[in-house]
């Protein structure tokens, strides 16, 4: 019998259940990168909807000047209600305030969207709700962009039309995190996860790239395209999600789990039940967060108590429920300014960047995804330390910390020139988005898998939820003090989100701190 060949031997070497993982998180992946594919076109078209008048003007100069004396349209006017000046009613002097309200628009109804989406979708069938929610997206996106082909120039139409994309885009985070939850343990879930939330400047490179390609020339084809890659990828979801392991008869997790669920952190490594009396096999991060002073053992009432034994056959947890959980609480608060800095940057850096280097909307769209580009290195890199370290909230405290002094630096060297700009784009998206990922994708899964649940895999969705709504209640703040602040000058938005960035770490150091001395703790009491 003839040698297989090497690339089948390859192929077989991996068993059907790793063929599932690695098909559900390349899926999972797809899908939330087209959500924020679709995302992304209003921050590039926003130098469309108003352009820099003053190049527009000495053009007309130059090549209109007898037309304009001889036409009885005043200067600066042209047809259809759209000047030279932008798309009204973008074309006014207060266009920053209506562009911040139309961000606005969209991420407060996200973040109040949030907060029900984890408990409906804990409550639904993943795959169903994930469809419609991206069916839904894709038409509203493409609605806004039908804005340009019929002549709308109602500020309440585009609006209306953010307001229920926000809330129809809520189906998406909760639902992806659950079912990535359902097939991975929790071992290397800061590495899998930092690579997975890289989706993230995917979606928001791709968007930016083909936004920027009909931005100049047909701005509602850069909504429309988006649009119909959400729906698309809606229908494939539809068709190919598998929601959790069970529904092929797939194990849940990478090795068998003890009916005590405190294998922790080392589900991938240990290939053996652990017990109550083995201390030393509990996870060390999620155990420093259960302790009441840091000495003592965990305690009964620090067990947020469900009904029904474990398993698929709980209920599903409310919301006081999962506010209960330790931890929450702390990363939901410093999310909320972490993600109210990165959306900040993800809806205003084009148009920040036009002002500055004076490039027109397409340059500034392509040249803003360096930001996500380093995004992805740093999600990456914060996964890594925090699985090496065991310790989420203090690598999260060390690229805020971090983060703050790089957003002063880029505030002042970006004026420089367009090569100091690349670099601090590429360094700021780094240290921004490091925490964020984190907090949304592995900090998230470890708690809503939290042994004070009992092995409740019906929490999953509404912690998510909880998280990432409190975020997005930042991610709707950035976006509108940034409108109200920039026409005072852009050095007062980086003063704004330099603050933001301080405050995030604040509400991270009573977990910092309990992580840090837990570490010194475990060492010194750990069984020979």
Not at 351 to 372: P, R
Request: proline residues 4%; contains cysteine.
């Amino acid at each position: 019998m003839a040698p297989l060949p090497t690339g089948i031997r390859f192929l077989v070497s991996f068993s059907r259940d790793q063929w599932y993982r690695a098909f559900t998180f390349i899926l999972t992946f797809l899908l939330y990168a087209s959500f924020h594919l679709s995302r992304k076109p209003i921050s590039i078209v926003k130098g469309e909807l108003h352009r820099y008048c003053a190049s527009a003007i000495e053009g007309e100069l130059r090549f209109n000047s007898q037309s304009q004396k001889a036409s009885d349209t005043p200067p600066h006017q042209l047809p259809g209600n759209e000047t030279d000046c932008g798309w009204a009613p973008f074309d006014q002097d207060n266009y920053q305030q209506l562009l911040g309200a139309l961000d606005y628009a969209f991420l407060c109804a996200y973040a109040i969207g949030m907060y029900l989406s984890g408990i409906i979708g804990e409550r639904l069938p993943i795959r169903y709700y994930l469809t419609f929610g991206m069916l839904a997206s894709g038409a509203f996106t493409a609605l806004f962009g039908l804005g340009y082909f019929y002549n709308i120039h109602s500020f309440g139409f585009y609006v209306v039309t953010q307001i229920i994309n926000g809330l129809v885009q809520t189906t998406g985070w909760p639902s992806v995190v659950t079912c990535l939850g359902n097939w991975f343990g929790k071992g290397r879930r800061g590495l899998i996860m930092g690579v997975w939330n890289s989706h993230t400047s995917v979606g928001n490179i791709l968007g930016s790239l083909i936004a920027g390609y009909w931005v100049s020339t047909c701005w509602g084809l850069s909504f429309i395209v988006p649009g119909a890659i959400v729906a698309a990828m809606g229908i494939v979801c539809f068709l190919f999600l598998i929601e959790h392991p069970k529904d092929i008869a797939c194990s849940s997790s990478l090795v068998a789990r003890s009916k005590s669920y405190e294998n922790g952190m080392h589900r991938f490594r240990l290939q053996k039940q652990a017990f109550p009396s083995e201390e030393k096999s509990l996870d060390p991060e999620m155990q420093c967060l259960l302790l009441s002073d840091g000495k003592q053992s965990v305690h009964q009432n620090h067990v947020v108590v469900l009904p029904a034994d474990g398993g698929s056959g709980m209920a599903a947890i409310s919301f006081t429920g999962a506010l209960k959980i330790p931890g929450v609480v702390e990363f939901s608060l410093c999310l909320l300014f972490a993600k109210l800095v990165s959306y900040t940057f993800l809806f205003w850096l084009p148009l920040y960047i036009t002002s500055v280097d004076h490039l027109d909307a397409k340059k500034a769209g392509e040249l803003s995804t360096l930001f996500d580009v380093g995004g992805i290195f740093g999600g990456i890199l914060a996964g890594v330390i925090s699985d090496r370290l065991k310790k989420r909230a203090s690598t999260c405290g060390l690229m805020l910390l971090l983060a703050a002094p790089t957003l002063y630096v880029f505030s002042t060297v970006s004026k420089m020139g367009l090569e100091a700009t690349i670099a601090m784009l590429l360094l700021s998206g780094a240290l921004v988005s490091g925490p964020y990922a984190l907090i949304t994708t592995a900090v998230s899964a470890d708690l809503g898998t939290h042994k004070s649940l009992k092995g409740n895999s019906h929490a999953l969705s509404t912690v998510t939820a909880i998280i990432d709504g409190t975020g997005s209640i930042g991610a709707a703040l950035g976006p509108l003090l940034a409108g109200l602040i920039s026409p005072s000058g852009w050095n007062n938005v980086f003063y704004m989100l330099m603050f933001a960035d301080a405050c995030a770490l604040l509400f991270l150091v009573r977990l910092i701190h309990k992580e840090l001395s837990c570490s010194g703790l475990a060492t010194g009491d750990q069984v020979p």
